[in-house]
């Protein structure tokens, strides 16, 4: 009970904590501290009515009195003639803890906790780590199996990432104007990393990790509520839903990558989906008149095109290649330019989709990259150039990461030869 309930709370009573000692650090282990005294009293005295409002309080009653003794001691060593300054911590008069704290105030904490944690100081991966650490209650041990690296590893990155945060005196705010778009980027970032990660792993053969997937979905939902004027953050919630919407087609029975040309229709998840145009209909609802939609919102419209579609033959191709043609405009890379050259082939035919990808394979921005060879040999067995399209396959197998994936690549390969 006491570690569902706090595995639950532990992100609002990190970020309540935080605002007292600006330390997201010592708030995680004041929040250990509550779990801790919560294992001892509550089986002999009962759970409380609220038990996420106690654990709260006592984190809350335990970071209040640090700040008060670290007051004192720098008081005393004031009045020695030393230097306290080392021993200074941010103290803005912390008020005394509620016993039933306001919630509006604690998500305006966890607001701010969310920017913390995705300040573009620290490097992609300790982002992520950090905010499967505090966000989602993940373990260390957890976090390492989510994204397939050894556990000190996580570790470490966890602890740097704190002590940056503490180093460079990060204040514990969500920031406004410029450095808040460039934040807000960061914070929607690590989210769509996470989700991509637990959706088509980079590496194993464990292609897809649910649990992944449902703590970026869960995270994106947050934000929306948290940031309910944000379009982008609607926009990245969509987008999630929708392509999570797919996830039990994307494998078949024996585990083998299923294409979406191949895949059941009938096993999406159709709440998903909903939820997905709903949250569309808010990032078009709050973007502003001024300018398009993000590419978040850009790649839910693509989304939910497939996802209105009754069958593969019946999409609207020649809308996707629109908005991939926004996406590039507005999101220029060479994986938003691969993917408009699968709409355009789709829309127009192979040849001006393959006109595309020369000039992808020209610039060599992809060469390592498995999608590349596997989308040319596509168009080529589409063009009647099975020789090639043979090559491309073997080519796009030896560079796939994924086991399943490499015998799906080579199996296309194989059927050139027939």
């Given at each position: 009970m006491c570690e569902t309930v706090f595995r639950r709370e532990s992100p609002r009573i990190i970020a309540g904590v935080t605002r007292i000692v600006r330390d997201v650090g010592i708030a995680e282990e004041l929040a250990q501290d509550a779990l801790v005294a919560a294992l001892a009293r509550w089986p002999a005295q009962g759970v409380p009515e609220n038990p996420g409002a106690w654990l709260m309080a006592t984190a809350r009653h335990r970071a209040v009195d640090l700040v008060r003794r670290r007051e004192r001691y720098a008081q005393k060593l004031a009045e020695a003639g030393r230097d306290p300054e080392a021993l200074q911590t941010h103290t803005d008069d912390p008020a005394d803890p509620d016993p039933d704290p306001d919630p509006d105030a604690v998500d305006d904490d966890l607001l701010r906790l969310v920017f913390t944690a995705c300040h573009p100081l620290l490097s992609a991966a300790a982002r992520v780590a950090l905010t499967l650490r505090?966000?989602?209650?993940?373990?260390?041990a957890e976090i390492a199996r989510a994204v397939l690296a050894a556990e000190p590893t996580v570790a470490q990155r966890i602890v740097r990432a704190k002590r940056i945060l503490a180093a460079k005196d990060i204040p514990f705010e969500v920031p406004r104007g410029p450095e808040r778009a460039a934040r807000l980027?960061?914070?929607?970032?690590?989210?769509?990393?996470?989700?991509?990660?637990?959706?088509?792993a980079t590496a194993g053969d464990d292609r897809l990790r649910p649990s992944l997937c449902e703590e970026a979905l869960r995270l994106a939902r947050v934000l929306t509520g948290l940031m309910p004027e944000e379009s982008e953050a609607h926009g990245l919630a969509a987008l999630l839903e929708l392509q999570a919407s797919r996830a039990a087609a994307r494998i078949g029975p024996s585990g083998?990558?299923?294409?979406?040309?191949?895949?059941?229709?009938?096993?999406?998840?159709?709440?998903?989906?909903?939820?997905?145009?709903?949250?569309?209909?808010?990032?078009r609802g709050t973007a502003d008149s001024s300018r398009a939609l993000g590419p978040y919102a850009l790649q839910a419209a693509i989304a939910a095109c497939h996802a209105r579609a009754d069958t593969y033959e019946k999409t609207d191709w020649q809308q996707i290649a629109v908005l991939y043609g926004l996406l590039a405009a507005r999101s220029p890379s060479p994986v938003v330019e691969l993917n408009r050259a699968v709409a355009v082939s789709m829309a127009q035919g192979p040849e001006p989709?393959?006109?595309?990808v020369d000039v992808l394979t020209a610039e060599?921005?992809?060469?390592?990259?498995?999608?590349?060879?596997?989308?040319c040999g596509d168009l080529l067995e589409r063009l009647g150039r099975a020789g090639?399209?043979?090559?491309?396959?073997?080519?796009?197998?030896a560079l796939a990461g994924d086991e399943r994936e490499r015998e799906l690549l080579l199996a296309r390969a194989a059927s050139c030869r027939l």
């Open positions: 505090l966000l989602g209650g993940l373990t260390t980027a960061s914070v929607l970032e690590v989210v769509h990393l996470i989700f991509n990660e637990g959706c088509a083998e990558a299923v294409l979406l040309k191949e895949q059941s229709r009938a096993r999406w998840n159709r709440t998903l989906i909903g939820r997905g145009y709903a949250a569309l209909a808010r990032a989709g393959l006109s595309l060599g921005a992809l060469r390592d990259h498995h999608l590349l060879p596997s989308v090639e399209a043979c090559a491309e396959f073997e080519r796009a197998a």
